[in-house]
């Protein structure tokens, strides 16, 4: 720490006892909004959930889970996983991503910072390439930020510019793809008229091309680099709109699904592919599905598919993507630093912990619960378990996922009572709500339900303690709302699917016959948010939270 006198030691809690098996369960998408019909936790069988909001109405609430809660830079701005994770786990809020980026950019410091001096060592002879999700969403990306970047490489001596976009249609509506082309086209003719060599290069739907994550399909990325370096995909266009709105003609095509497909000049060739001595930045700032195409574009050594050709290329992220792997290595603006999470703490003062997660949700409940990074704190006191997630398939296929699994591995960890703290993600509510599967979404939220329900019922016979969070909304809202609150239909009649997170609260219960008679709910807490969740849980295994920890959101009246 640095800090002369630091100590991890935990003070006491004056009334809560030690020693109580604790599991700790976030629900991915689970948040909580009017009941109707396309609220699908509402429609599902979910009488675990039920049970613990009206059986004992003063160990339920809402927390906050979007926007300046989770360290996102407005009200507007959706929550999600990695920094929904981040709080609940380091108990304070951080700066992230997006509002990183945002101040970055604002101040100018982006274009003095290390990883712009490396990219911009390529501006005299090379051409600065930008891959990145193209749409307002704000989730992995923003379209604003797109274009100061473009306009501040320009100002800072960027001659020749190659976009490779990605279509989107999960965070923002599908269909939208064409406006946002439209409208980044309409820039790079500005930059154009300025002597600018800008325009758009290659394409594809994040889902399909280049934005996989947790090494579910190499494919995906593959198909991007066939695009974006070699300059070689099924589809050829002269220019992105026509591209983008010719493709979608295909009724099973969306924007998410798009194919690869590469601009070309008249004599056929591709007018972008990346190639020796260029530079390349990925303008995400959300890491995720930007960690496999880094290490395309980084590593040496790299046996995930056929590169064919390696340019040798100045590459840097919008961010560092992953702290641990240091991947990459450049970057254009720097992490926030979340030190002494609560992970760390409880294990320095004697907390056994086991976290459980499928593939897709699991690096959400240590990598992200333990401040962007890997491992364990000490081997000997935690052990992490990661279940393969189906793959080859979308979720709404399999919408149980692998719930049942993850919720056994739970309860056979609380009954060994090795452990102090259980902690699992259950992914179905999240996974299966991005497909816009409403029917699926439906057995989604019955089948984590269910796997509540085993968790809760070991917490019971070890005489623990639960806590069921979650760390966004998702399922409860499958349609797009007009601004009075009413769903909105497309042109043919048909509602349109919403696919992406809330801006709703989400539910924290606590219960369990290991809970201290008189343990209830401040009433002076009323915008608590998921980072008073980690100074709760310390006061549960029977510790006083640090001083500068978001306060706990429970108090214990002497009966």
């Known amino acids: 720490m640095g800090t002369s006198g630091f100590s991890w030691k935990l003070e006491d809690h004056p009334k809560l006892p030690k020693g109580k098996t604790i599991a700790l369960v976030v629900l991915d998408g689970w948040g909580e909004a009017n009941p109707d019909k396309y609220n699908c936790i509402h429609v599902a069988e979910t009488p675990t959930m039920d049970s613990l909001k009206t059986g004992a109405p003063d160990k339920w609430r809402l927390v906050r889970a979007h926007g300046k809660a989770v360290g996102l830079p407005t009200e507007d701005d959706m929550g999600n996983s990695e920094v929904g994770h981040n709080a609940l786990g380091a108990g304070r809020i951080y700066a992230q991503g997006a509002k990183l980026v945002d101040s970055a950019l604002a101040s100018g410091k982006i274009y003095e910072g290390e990883g712009f001096k490396y990219i911009k060592e390529c501006f005299d002879n090379g051409t600065l390439h930008l891959i990145g999700l193209l749409s307002d969403g704000g989730v992995h990306s923003r379209l604003d930020q797109l274009q100061l970047l473009l306009k501040g490489a320009s100002e800072n001596g960027a001659k020749r510019i190659r976009l490779h976009i990605l279509t989107d249609g999960r965070d923002v509506l599908d269909g939208s793809s064409v406006g946002f082309v439209e409208t980044i086209e309409n820039d790079l003719s500005n930059l154009r008229a300025k002597g600018v060599d800008a325009q758009i290069a290659s394409g594809g739907g994040r889902m399909y091309v280049t934005m996989d994550r947790y090494e579910n399909d190499w494919s995906v990325v593959k198909r991007g680099w066939d695009a974006q370096v070699l300059g070689e995909a099924p589809y050829k266009f002269r220019n992105a709109v026509e591209a983008v709105k010719k493709l979608r003609e295909d009724p099973k095509t969306s924007d998410q699904y798009l194919p690869p497909f590469v601009i070309v000049d008249e004599s056929g060739n591709a007018v972008g592919p990346i190639v020796d001595g260029d530079a390349v930045v990925t303008i995400n700032f959300r890491a995720d599905r930007m960690v496999m195409v880094a290490k395309a574009l980084e590593y040496e050594d790299f046996d995930k598919f056929d590169r064919v050709r390696v340019p040798k290329i100045h590459y840097a992220g919008m961010l560092q993507y992953d702290g641990e792997l240091k991947l990459p290595s450049k970057y254009l603006v720097s992490p926030p630093e979340i030190d002494r999470t609560s992970g760390e703490y409880l294990v320095h003062n004697g907390v056994r912990t086991f976290a459980c997660s499928e593939t897709v949700k699991f690096g959400h409940v240590t990598f992200f619960w333990n401040g962007n990074r890997s491992g364990y704190f000490d081997a000997s006191m935690e052990e992490y378990v990661e279940i393969p997630s189906d793959s080859g398939i979308t979720f709404n296929v399999q919408p149980k996922m692998k719930a049942l699994e993850i919720a056994e591995k739970a309860r056979d960890a609380i009954l060994s009572r090795k452990f102090d703290q259980v902690r699992v993600n259950l992914p179905n509510g999240d996974m299966v709500g991005h497909t816009g599967d409403i029917d699926?979404?439906?057995?989604?939220?019955?089948?984590?339900?269910?796997?509540?329900?085993?968790?809760?019922?070991?917490?019971?016979?070890?005489?623990?303690?639960?806590?069921?969070?979650?760390?966004?909304?998702?399922?409860?809202?499958?349609?797009?709302?007009?601004?009075?609150?009413?769903?909105?239909?497309?042109?043919?009649?048909?509602?349109?699917?919403?696919t992406s997170h809330t801006l709703q609260p989400v539910p924290i219960a606590i219960g369990g016959p290991g809970l201290a008679p008189g343990v209830r709910y401040r009433k002076d807490v009323p915008d608590g948010g998921l980072a008073n969740v980690a100074a709760t849980v310390m006061n549960l295994h029977g510790f006083v939270a640090p001083s500068d920890y978001e306060p706990t959101l429970i108090e214990v009246v002497d009966n």
Do not use: F
């Open 440 to 498: 699926a979404t439906v057995v989604a939220c019955k089948a984590a339900d269910e796997a509540v329900k085993i968790i809760l019922d070991a917490i019971e016979q070890v005489g623990g303690i639960y806590v069921v969070t979650a760390d966004h909304g998702n399922a409860e809202d499958m349609v797009k709302r007009s601004k009075s609150g009413q769903p909105m239909l497309d042109k043919k009649g048909n509602i349109q699917v919403l």
